[in-house]
């Protein structure tokens, strides 16, 4: 059974960082894209961010470029999230979700995780 | 920077059709995914590419694009329709949502 497992979330102020971790189970995770999507409370989905198989390539939506990192570490099928110089227009469940290679569309979502910033 | 637009809202009466647009420039030549997000879970895809249903969703629900506009079908609504719809399509190797679509049962 395909599972993505976000955590990491949690309150911190503004300004501070958060780690967001995916755990990947029940695919081969080194062959999908992988990305990262935002719900800020009532309001609709964001696309935050997108890594290709191998961590070659990032793609990042506008207002989080040059604060927050992509990456992937394939041996443990695991995806992350640094966020830095976080603001309050950031707090958001955030979700893990998997891309099928050369598809458009993402498959499989985790349940999320929340961030909250505020002081 | 691309943008998708979608009704806020759309109310059906129970085993009516209900019709969701989505629309944005040329949005025919890319393909098109909708998402159906129910009260306090995650979005769950229910069409990509256009019209392709995954393993599991019903045939009542279905999709169509063209021009500038993809519409997402769901015949013979029921009770457990009623749920945010987003569209999604790829433009320049970034991902753009619709603002999502309130679709109500009454």
């Known amino acids: 059974e395909v599972q993505v497992v976000e955590s990491g979330g949690g309150l911190v102020q503004p300004g501070g960082s958060l780690r967001l971790s995916c755990a990947a189970s029940?695919?081969?995770?080194?062959?999908?894209?992988m990305g990262w999507v935002r719900q800020a409370p009532g309001k609709g989905l964001e696309w935050v961010a997108n890594?290709?198989?191998?961590?070659?390539?990032?793609y990042y939506v506008d207002s989080v470029k040059g604060r927050f990192t992509i990456s992937r570490d394939n041996a443990e099928n695991s995806l992350y999230l640094q966020m830095n110089s976080l603001r309050a227009d950031d707090t958001a469940v955030y979700y893990c979700?998997?891309?099928?290679?050369?598809?458009?569309?993402?498959?499989?979502w985790g349940q999320g995780t929340l961030v909250t910033v505020s002081s | 920077s691309y943008e998708l637009t979608q009704p806020p809202s759309v109310s059906v009466s129970p085993g009516q059709t209900a019709s969701i647009t989505c629309s944005g420039d040329?949005?025919?030549?890319?393909?098109v995914c909708w998402y159906q997000q129910k009260s306090g879970q995650s979005p769950v895809m229910v069409i990509y590419e256009d019209r392709k249903r995954p393993s599991g969703i019903p045939e009542r629900i279905s999709g169509s694009n063209s021009g500038n506009t993809a519409t997402l079908t769901i015949s013979g609504t029921q009770a457990m329709d009623e749920a945010d719809y987003y569209c999604q399509a790829w433009d320049s190797s970034t991902v753009v949502f619709g603002g999502g679509t309130k679709l109500t049962v009454l």
């Open positions: 029940g695919f081969t995770f080194s062959s999908y894209w």
């Open positions: 979700a998997r891309r099928p290679a050369a598809m458009t569309h993402f498959d499989y």
């Open positions: 040329k949005l025919g030549n890319k393909y």
């Open positions: 890594i290709k198989q191998d961590g070659s390539e990032k």
